[in-house]
């Protein structure tokens, strides 16, 4: 069915009807519903329209006729984002790039690939694998999100302790900004003059432009990789594990830590090996050269007996190894097994806090009546506590926020930050205030504006209304704080 318009609404589709073709422009009711969301709590907000973004040019006529009709532009990929970042504002034109999914090159001497933003992240990650590289950040959701989201968010995963987020793998990014001027942002050379913009792009959540070419850094593959999963009666003991790791000098590509209720919901959901009785446990992989990865697993397992672990394992093949790690990449999926929503939360606090800060997780959970789960990067001390719910209880969804902003709050009072992978959005923006002082925040803004002097690219997002520029204000009709 076809939504019935306002002429607003009609003199968009006319102008980029004239651009693009009728399929690629959608206006029925299911594509703006699609559109209206992401994977997070914010409530979704219909676009005007939205854009099957098929080629470069088409980006570029987009923008332009954005620019020249005073209309916002939401960029989207997946729609994995759990921070409101792909949520539009109202009568915004949602550009998609999902259709640009094509992998340009891949240059096995000089260790690149090129990339349209549609391209997902285990699409090319499988691509590489086959010729002896990979491409090193993994977010769960590695099996639908795509790069132009990863570059969007500055993207980590499990294995960016050892190699880096997103922004460490990006070389160069070819983007359309509002009006449809097009830049160049970064190069091959590694420590190119200037400015750098590139690095300013990256975790610019769509506010910035939007990417048509991203060109990344590939990985050869390790010759020896090595996973062992570590026991504990408790999650103190798992938590203090990670750190005496690190403090031994030891940096694997990753550690995961996981707690006893996500655990058994994993166990029901793949059956992955996990002890179902411990109280957490901690996954911990390490690569590089033989000797030094048998040096690292003798080490490791020594401090995990120091630390009580009440059982060492190492994966004896790959097929155990990518059983583990499938129970670790399925556990957002697991949280099912126990109620039918979650929120998902991320923060970054130190590793020497984890434990503390663990608990007081836990007494959130205890004071709003919630059930909390954990799994999270512990190597560096990225948190993901999930709050599991079911939204047909009468006044759950607040409680669920409630909890959610003190888990924040907790984060920032152990010296964290907001956000180490999923971003502000609308999520965050109301504790920006509480982290960046106003002289920071205006000095994003300049950043954002220097970029985009109309505030259309992705308006109302990241920044709080008081420091972001009075025409995103009046364009934007999603207020931090509107929550499902």
Same mark, same amino acid.
């Given at each position: 069915m076809r939504r019935?318009? &306002?002429?607003? #609404? !009609?003199?968009? +589709?006319?102008?980029? $009807?004239? #651009?693009? /073709?009728?399929? @690629?422009?959608?206006? !029925? !009711?299911?594509?703006? /519903?699609? =559109?209206? /969301?992401? =994977? &997070? $709590? %914010? /409530?979704?907000?219909p676009p005007a329209v939205v854009c099957l973004a098929e080629s470069h040019d088409d980006v570029v006529a987009m923008m332009t006729i954005a620019a020249d009709l005073g209309v916002p532009v939401v960029p989207r990929g997946a729609g994995t984002g759990l921070a409101g970042g792909a949520v539009p504002s109202g009568g915004a034109i949602v550009v998609s790039t999902a259709r640009m999914n094509r992998v340009l090159d891949v240059d096995r001497d000089n260790g690149s690939a090129r990339v349209q933003p549609g391209v997902v992240n285990l699409d090319l990650d499988r691509l590489l694998r086959s010729t002896g590289f990979h491409f090193s950040p993994d977010p769960s959701? @590695? @099996?639908?999100?795509?790069?132009?989201?990863?570059v969007a968010n500055n993207s980590g995963g499990p294995h960016c302790l050892a190699y880096g987020v997103t922004s460490a793998h990006v070389l160069a990014v070819r983007v359309v900004l509002v009006g449809g001027e097009v830049v160049d942002l970064g190069g091959d050379d590694p420590e190119p003059c200037g400015l750098d913009l590139r690095g300013a792009f990256i975790?610019? +959540?769509g506010t910035l432009g939007i990417a048509t070419e991203i060109t990344v850094a590939i990985t050869p593959n390790p010759p020896v990789t090595r996973t062992l999963l570590l026991a504990y009666a408790d999650m103190t003991s798992a938590a203090n594990t990670v750190s005496s790791i690190i403090a031994a000098g030891i940096v694997p590509a990753a550690m995961e830590v996981m707690d006893q209720g996500i655990v058994r919901a994993i166990e029901q959901y793949v059956g992955a090996g996990y002890p179902t009785d411990a109280g957490a446990v901690l996954l911990v992989e390490v690569e590089g050269l033989e000797g030094g990865v048998a040096a690292n697993e003798v080490a490791i397992r020594g401090i995990a007996e120091r630390m009580g672990a009440t059982s060492i394992r190492t994966a004896v093949d790959e097929a155990e190894r990518a059983l583990l790690w499938k129970g670790r990449k399925t556990a957002f999926g697991a949280v099912a097994n126990i109620a039918p929503d979650y929120y998902l939360h991320d923060t970054v606090v130190p590793r020497a806090r984890l434990a503390?800060? $663990? !608990? +007081? %997780? =836990?007494?959130?959970?205890?004071r709003h009546r919630l059930m909390i789960v954990n799994v999270f990067h512990a190597g560096d001390g990225n948190l993901h506590p999930l709050i599991v719910f079911d939204r047909r209880d009468p006044g759950v969804l607040e409680r669920v926020h409630e909890a959610g902003a003190d888990i924040v709050r907790a984060s920032l009072a152990a010296g964290g930050v907001l956000s180490g992978e999923h971003g502000i959005g609308i999520e965050k923006q109301e504790f920006m205030s509480a982290m960046f002082t106003d002289d920071d925040l205006d000095h994003q803004n300049r950043l954002r504006r220097s970029f985009d002097p109309l505030g259309l690219s992705n308006p109302g997002k990241v920044l709080p209304s008081s420091h972001s520029c009075a025409d995103i204000q009046q364009l934007s009709s999603v207020p931090a704080g509107v929550w499902l």
């Open positions: 019935s318009g &306002s002429r607003g #609404v !009609d003199r968009v +589709e006319r102008a980029l $009807l004239t #651009v693009l /073709r009728p399929d @690629q422009v959608k206006t !029925d !009711d299911a594509s703006l /519903r699609v =559109a209206a /969301r992401d =994977a &997070s $709590l %914010v /409530r979704p907000t959701s @590695q @099996q639908v999100c795509t790069l132009g989201g990863n975790g610019g +959540e503390s800060v $663990l !608990d +007081e %997780v =836990a007494s959130i959970g205890v």
